[in-house]
């Protein structure tokens, strides 16, 4: 059988011919690799210089290959967060005519770490509860979606910085199914698994000493579970409220909103008697900021990052002589906004030197700089100013914590 590349862009297969299909990952040279941190997986893994792109290629049969690359272009075509699928490699043969095993090719998702690089330093207990937050958010979307992942766990999620925060992505698709909705046991089923691994993977870290003492591998197996449901209870409930308050009704979809997520779909019941009425979000989909950032300004980010960039950008907007919300003469937010990122956003981020930038993109940085300047206001108890918070951010804060980032990809291969 001749090898087959099956790509989803007609550049990548010219790309990826160039890599060493008829070697076993294992055996190939170190020139086409690009030394990431890398999770545990049960398939040989490896990151590979392909044109200008990184990517993950992994090494697994060939059906449980070409499936794991359709559910993956189904999770891209409905907006989960996961890493992008690229293409399959078949007809593999080493120098001998032998058969090789397939491979998934992915892109390399930029920034992002494995849970266990980033516990190569010891993780503080409140940066743990922020993991949780963010798989539990991951964990909730895909169900919302009709994804059963089929094993959930650190292992198989790539995290990246998130204004603070961190954002979860799905890396590992091999045991999912999409349906058209999930039953509660499906959702219980795919939850159990979570806890069960998740607390497995703990134990692992406590047995090698990098948990924080005071970390219960247990107690956080069980903290996804919590906060699932908490989550899940507020995207999904039903409420009852007394006819004619229907602001109740706008505060609760604000309250989604300030989650994350967007209404798309809802249902409103009248009661007979006419005394109550019922309220359900039917469809819920996230990036309620994401989409509204894109929107005005075509910045693409993190959702809290969306959310921290929205906030300094209104407060921008109220200090322009053109802005005027309640005057159809006044200027158009959409105006103000594209004025905002070519005077403030991208001349704030190109201050910061790109050598200082380790593998933070620009919504990150510029994140940074507005926590640095509030830090540094609150010190000085009156407005520091964004240029002088830049200036102390570049001379003391980048080169110390440069090192705790993980490698850029584009920095590895300049390298």
């Given at each position: 059988?001749?090898?087959?590349?099956?790509?989803?862009?007609?550049?990548?297969?010219?790309?990826?011919?160039?890599?060493?299909?008829?070697?076993?990952?294992?055996?190939?040279?170190?020139?086409?690799?690009?030394?990431?941190?890398?999770?545990?997986?049960?398939?040989?893994?490896?990151?590979?210089?392909?044109?200008?792109?990184?990517?993950?290629?992994?090494?697994?049969?060939?059906?449980?290959?070409?499936?794991?690359?359709?559910?993956?272009?189904?999770?891209?075509?409905?907006?989960?967060?996961?890493?992008?699928?690229?293409?399959?490699?078949?007809?593999?043969?080493?120098?001998?005519?032998?058969?090789?095993?397939?491979?998934?090719?992915?892109?390399?998702?930029?920034?992002?770490?494995?849970?266990?690089?980033?516990?190569?330093?010891?993780?503080?207990?409140?940066?743990?509860?922020?993991?949780?937050?963010?798989?539990?958010?991951?964990?909730?979307?895909?169900?919302?979606?009709?994804?059963?992942?089929?094993?959930?766990?650190?292992?198989?999620?790539?995290?990246r910085r998130d204004a603070g925060a961190y954002a979860a992505y799905l890396v590992d698709a091999e045991t999912g199914d999409?349906?058209?909705?999930?039953?509660?046991?499906?959702?219980?089923?795919?939850?159990?698994?979570?806890?069960?691994?998740?607390?497995?993977?703990?134990?692992?870290?406590?047995?090698?000493?990098?948990?924080?003492?005071?970390?219960?591998?247990?107690?956080?197996?069980?903290?996804?579970?919590?906060?699932?449901?908490?989550?899940?209870?507020?995207?999904?409930?039903?409420?009852?409220?007394?006819?004619?308050?229907?602001?109740?009704?706008?505060?609760?979809?604000?309250?989604?909103?300030?989650?994350?997520?967007?209404?798309?779909?809802?249902?409103?019941?009248?009661?007979?008697?006419?005394?109550?009425?019922?309220?359900?979000?039917?469809?819920?989909?996230?990036?309620?900021?994401?989409?509204?950032?894109?929107?005005?300004?075509?910045?693409?980010?993190?959702?809290?990052?969306?959310?921290?960039?929205?906030?300094?950008?209104?407060?921008?907007?109220?200090?322009?002589?053109?802005?005027?919300?309640?005057?159809?003469?006044?200027?158009?937010?959409?105006?103000?906004?594209?004025?905002?990122?070519?005077?403030?956003?991208?001349?704030?981020?190109?201050?910061?030197?790109?050598?200082?930038?380790?593998?933070?993109?620009?919504?990150?940085?510029?994140?940074?700089?507005?926590?640095?300047?509030?830090?540094?206001?609150?010190?000085?108890?009156?407005?520091?100013?964004?240029?002088?918070?830049?200036?102390?951010y570049i001379d003391n804060v980048l080169p110390k914590t440069l090192a705790l980032l993980p490698p850029k990809a584009d920095?590895?291969?300049?390298?």
């Open positions: 059988m001749a090898l087959q590349i099956s790509a989803t862009n007609p550049e990548h297969p010219a790309l990826l011919l160039e890599l060493p299909w008829h070697l076993p990952l294992e055996e190939w040279p170190e020139h086409h690799l690009v030394p990431l941190p890398r999770g545990i997986s049960r398939h040989v893994v490896r990151y590979a210089r392909a044109g200008d792109e990184v990517v993950a290629v992994k090494e697994l049969a060939e059906r449980p290959a070409l499936r794991e690359y359709e559910l993956l272009r189904d999770l891209d075509r409905i907006g989960i967060p996961a890493v992008d699928a690229l293409g399959v490699v078949t007809g593999r043969l080493d120098e001998a005519g032998d058969p090789l095993e397939p491979v998934l090719i992915t892109r390399h998702l930029g920034g992002s770490m494995p849970y266990r690089s980033m516990f190569e330093t010891t993780m503080r207990p409140a940066t743990m509860h922020r993991l949780m937050d963010a798989l539990a958010v991951l964990l909730v979307r895909l169900h919302l979606a009709g994804f059963a992942w089929g094993d959930c766990s650190l292992s198989n999620t790539l995290f999409l349906h058209a909705r999930l039953s509660t046991g499906q959702r219980e089923y795919d939850l159990d698994l979570a806890r069960v691994n998740i607390s497995g993977e703990l134990l692992d870290l406590e047995a090698s000493g990098a948990l924080h003492p005071s970390v219960d591998p247990i107690d956080f197996g069980n903290e996804i579970c919590s906060r699932y449901h908490r989550l899940w209870k507020e995207l999904t409930r039903r409420s009852v409220y007394p006819a004619g308050k229907y602001h109740y009704i706008e505060r609760r979809i604000r309250r989604l909103n300030d989650l994350g997520f967007d209404v798309a779909e809802m249902q409103i019941e009248h009661a007979d008697n006419g005394d109550t009425v019922t309220f359900v979000p039917k469809v819920v989909d996230a990036g309620h900021h994401q989409r509204q950032l894109l929107r005005l300004t075509g910045l693409d980010t993190e959702e809290n990052q969306a959310r921290r960039l929205l906030t300094d950008l209104e407060s921008w907007m109220a200090t322009q002589d053109d802005y005027a919300p309640d005057d159809p003469l006044g200027a158009r937010p959409e105006v103000l906004a594209h004025r905002w990122v070519r005077e403030v956003f991208r001349p704030t981020v190109r201050a910061v030197p790109l050598e200082l930038r380790g593998s933070m993109d620009p919504a990150e940085i510029y994140h940074q700089l507005l926590e640095h300047r509030w830090y540094l206001s609150e010190r000085a108890q009156h407005d520091i100013g964004l240029d002088t918070a830049v200036k102390d920095d590895v291969i300049a390298d």
